[in-house]
């Protein structure tokens, strides 16, 4: 038994569901015998005490929850977000690199640099990828700063407002669907698993609509339910990015599964873990187990869907 803490913020105690999934973290820690901490960023010396650590704040490299991953790590306090987990995913850039390398499907691809933002390059990236085509600014998060185009000169536009931002942007074929998978993984398993049901006036998942904020509901599904290649797919993402906790999410489209986007910090506020009942109890194992075991009951349960042959085992 040890000492198991959990980093966060005002923002993140500002929510109710987030709130309300901080104390079942507290209550299931408890009950597997664990001491239960929540530390505040004013707190942070105190990681080193600790047995283990699980960030419920927002990652960047540029956050403290980046310079409480790292004291952790140099404290051999285990942590997730790793440091490294952070770094990649907090990039869109780097964290689709980590796909191409790995040969994760992804939707068509290109990153056009500041210098490269001229008519030209953006009609050759019209004409190989297809309009319309999604823009991206590379830290986006919750669908921020992620914008569908139709036209090259809303291309251009969009372009022009975003490498005010960043020295380089993401331009990606547009996969049209009407809810996203969300698979969440841990350490190569499998823990939850639902569908993002994308609201009927946008593409995204939360967006602002004639000043109104719209969101996504959240289906939580069946594992038995969701297609073996979507499972397979999600693996692949996850273990191109490393062995921590991930939000992998993925579109189906004419049969092909696509990754949209491999998250760090996924949520764990709403009905994501609704038919995963252990999803946090494997959650506070892993971060408190030393051998880091994978976990043999959760592996029989999924041994008859997972092709465990084909997922990746290149660790970055």
């Known amino acids: 038994m040890g000492k198991f803490g959990v980093f966060v913020d005002r923002q993140t105690l500002s929510s109710s569901n987030q709130l309300q999934s901080l104390i079942r973290f507290r209550d299931i ?18 990681i080193k005490t600790l047995d283990g650590l699980f960030i419920r704040s927002k990652t960047d490299p540029m956050n403290i929850s980046y310079v409480a ?23 869109k850039i780097n964290m689709y690199l980590h796909m191409m390398k790995n040969d994760v499907p992804i939707p068509k691809t ?15 990236i019209t004409e190989e990828i297809g309009l319309p085509l999604i823009v991206k600014e590379p830290s986006t998060s919750f669908s921020m700063r992620v914008e569908k185009v139709t036209s090259l000169e809303e291309f251009s536009k969009v372009a022009s407002r975003f490498l005010r931002l960043s020295d380089i942007l ?22 939850y698993a639902c569908k993002y049901l994308i609201p009927k006036e946008t593409f995204k998942i939360q967006d602002c609509v004639d000043g109104h904020r719209v969101y996504c509901m959240v289906e939580s599904v069946m594992y038995d339910e969701v297609p073996k290649k979507v499972i397979n797919t999600a693996l692949k993402a996850a273990n191109a990015v490393g062995t921590g906790l991930y939000g992998v999410d993925l579109k189906e489209n004419s049969g092909k599964v696509y990754v949209i986007e491999v998250n760090d910090n996924p949520s764990l506020e709403t009905t994501e873990d609704e038919f995963y009942p252990e999803a946090y109890s494997k959650i506070v194992s892993y971060i408190m187990d030393d051998s880091r075991r994978k976990f ?21």
């Open 29 to 46: 820690a408890e009950s597997m015998g664990h001491e239960f901490y929540f530390l505040f960023p004013n707190e942070i010396h105190k």
């Open 69 to 91: 991953s790292r004291i952790a790590e140099l404290n051999g306090v285990r942590v997730i977000d790793d440091s490294k987990s952070i770094q990649i995913c907090a990039d």
């Open 110 to 124: 290109k990153f056009l640099k500041k210098s490269e933002n001229n008519i030209e390059n953006l009609k050759s």
């Open 170 to 191: 993401v331009a990606q074929e547009f996969i049209e669907s009407r809810f996203d998978w969300r698979v969440g993984i841990l350490n190569g398993e499998v823990i």
């Open 296 to 316: 043999p009951s959760a592996r029989a349960n999924f041994s008859e869907a997972i092709d465990l042959d084909g997922v990746a085992n290149d660790r970055n």
